[in-house]
């Protein structure tokens, strides 16, 4: 059938936050259309890319692999966004999340309390929290032998934080609500010791309906409107100008990430008027014919976690450095017999967090996460890798700007603006390394013995360790000034933003949290009975 007729519901990215909005409104009833701009990913979508000691595997692409994560950085083959953003990230089916670790941690509900808007406190989103657990199996035991691997990193870290430091030995989710001192394995998103998420749940559930259809290598261009009233899009296929139109009464859904989203509002026309000049000289706006909408917060307040890698050696420490061609023969044989061994994993062995509290009552979540083997020139095989997060409350706040080709990307504010932040992890780091025997691991790129301020200098000075960016985009259009309640851009009588844009910075990784925006959206919108109408 031909996707251009009409449609109530159109969705822009099939991202976590695009899959999800899509299979509920299409349960809902409503004639779905989800547009990717990216071709397959995992084998269950058509995903065919894979090493030659996979290509034996039924419907198994590297994206399936939980242990080829790593691979992405060296070999983006057609799942990443590199043309078209100015930064890193997933665009194929899963969006990110076909290409991420699948570290997948449910956030506290302080980041609801604290920081999110009315409608959407903790008591409003536990709904929403339990429908993302009904349908994506979660697990810390993610090895379907069901045994632990690579564990000579988790177990130092252990002794040092549980042990000397004080840390609590906790399942993450279940006690999810905790993020002072606490200390445990990571939890996955992984299916049966593959990569699993949203696009092998919800999409999949999808797929089943009449009424829902998708879309991909299908890139939009702009919203097609009347005022703030949207008709459709026109989208990009095979270098033609394709047009999807919505039904009397229909709504378009944005849902292409912290960075595109807002993009595609500002070609359609509708963000800060500071830009529309550089827009309109980049000939950007050529096909935009109705006056432009003004919401200055389109694209502003902009997030991704700052970012340290301290790199330990230790006398017990055994690294693992996973291989895409050519792994460990017995290694490889554990996946392909019976998902399980290091392949079943994306490297990360244990993650731990602390809240940093200041004297007007406000705080600051601080992350740490150890991966299995070194980084940069510190790689022998007694190396691993702390990374380290500045999480929610953070002050710094960021835009989404446009490169000379009008890719999306961070402004330079996005890390380290507002000096509390880097104050706040120094103090983290600072704190961890007192509690440090450098007989169990010592650190290689910056002296235990660091005062909090040598520490600040070095994680604020650009290396390769230092200032990295995690891609954790996130609170581009908040809830409250970019769009209302019910993630309608304010403006406009039809058109939502629902993703990582809507989320404002988390404690933990982003990916549950987007998911649970997702659901909670997704429940208010369907309540949005009314017929917009046009101004
Ligand atoms: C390398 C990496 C590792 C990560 N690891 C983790 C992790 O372990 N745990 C975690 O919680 N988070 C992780 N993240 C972050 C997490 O994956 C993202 O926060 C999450 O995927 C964002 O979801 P989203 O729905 O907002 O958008 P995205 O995942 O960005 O998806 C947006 C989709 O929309 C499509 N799109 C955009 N614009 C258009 C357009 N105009 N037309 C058509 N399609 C369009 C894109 O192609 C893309 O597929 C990681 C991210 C990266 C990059």
Not at 376 to 399: E, W
Request: net charge negative; proline share 5%; aromatic share 10%.
């Amino acid at each position: 059938d031909a996707p251009q007729g009409g449609w109530d519901i159109i969705v822009v990215g099939a991202g976590p936050a695009g899959i999800i909005v899509a299979d509920r409104m299409s349960e809902a009833g409503k004639k779905t259309l989800l547009i990717e701009g990216g071709g397959p990913s995992y084998g269950i979508t058509g995903g065919t890319d894979a090493p030659d000691w996979l290509k034996g595997e039924q419907n198994v692409s590297r994206v399936d692999v939980p242990g080829l994560y790593k691979s992405i950085f060296a070999d983006q083959g057609k799942l990443t966004c590199q043309n078209e953003t100015n930064a890193f990230g997933g665009c194929t089916i899963g969006g990110s999340s076909a290409i991420n670790a699948g570290l997948f941690f449910q956030p506290p509900a302080s980041d609801y309390d604290l920081y999110h808007a009315e409608g959407w406190k903790y008591k409003d989103v536990k709904p929403s929290i339990d429908k993302v657990y009904a349908k994506v199996p979660n697990t810390d035991i993610y090895s379907e032998d069901k045994k632990l691997y690579l564990q000579s990193g988790y177990d130092a870290a252990r002794k040092w934080l549980v042990d000397g430091a004080n840390y609590t030995n906790v399942n993450i989710n279940d006690q999810a609500n905790n993020k002072e001192k606490v200390f445990g394995r990571p939890i996955f998103d992984y299916d049966n010791g593959q990569r699993g998420g949203p696009a092998t749940t919800y999409l999949q559930d999808a797929l089943k309906r009449n009424n829902f259809k998708l879309v991909i290598n299908t890139r939009v261009k702009r919203i097609d409107r009347t005022g703030g009233l949207a008709n459709g899009v026109t989208a990009t296929v095979n270098s033609t100008d394709v047009t999807y139109k919505l039904n009397p009464n229909g709504r378009v859904i944005l849902s292409g990430g912290a960075l595109q989203s807002p993009q595609l509002l500002m070609f359609s026309g509708i963000g800060d008027p500071a830009i529309r000049s550089n827009l309109t000289a980049g000939g950007m706006l050529k096909d935009v014919t109705q006056p432009w909408i003004n919401n200055t917060a389109v694209g502003d307040g902009l997030f991704d976690n700052p970012n340290t890698f301290i790199e330990f050696e230790g006398s017990t420490i055994e690294s693992y450095v996973y291989n895409y061609t050519d792994p460990i023969e017995a290694d490889a044989k554990l996946w392909l017999d019976s998902r399980s061994g290091p392949y079943s994993f994306a490297s990360e062995t244990s993650s731990f967090w602390d809240i940093i509290k200041h004297s007007d009552g406000s705080q600051t979540g601080v992350q740490g996460t150890i991966d299995s083997a070194g980084f940069g020139t510190y790689t022998s095989n007694q190396t691993i890798t702390l990374n380290i997060y500045g999480t929610s409350g953070l002050k710094s706040r960021g835009k989404v700007v446009f490169n000379e080709k009008f890719q999306p990307g961070a402004s330079p504010e996005t890390y380290y603006s507002d000096p509390r932040d880097a104050d706040d992890i120094a103090t983290f780091i600072f704190s961890i390394f007192q509690k440090l025997d450098a007989s169990l691991l010592k650190p290689l790129n910056i002296p235990l013995n660091s005062t909090k301020n040598e520490i600040r200098d070095y994680i604020t000075s650009s290396t390769d360790y230092t200032r990295g960016q995690v891609n954790h985009w996130s609170s581009s259009c908040r809830i409250g000034s970019c769009v209302d309640v019910n993630a309608q851009v304010v403006g406009t009588n039809n058109i939502h933003v629902v993703d990582g844009s809507i989320v404002e910075p988390l404690t933990v990784n982003p990916q549950f949290g987007i998911m649970i925006a997702a659901e909670r959206a997704s429940e208010l919108i369907l309540k949005l009975n009314e017929p917009p109408c046009e101004d």
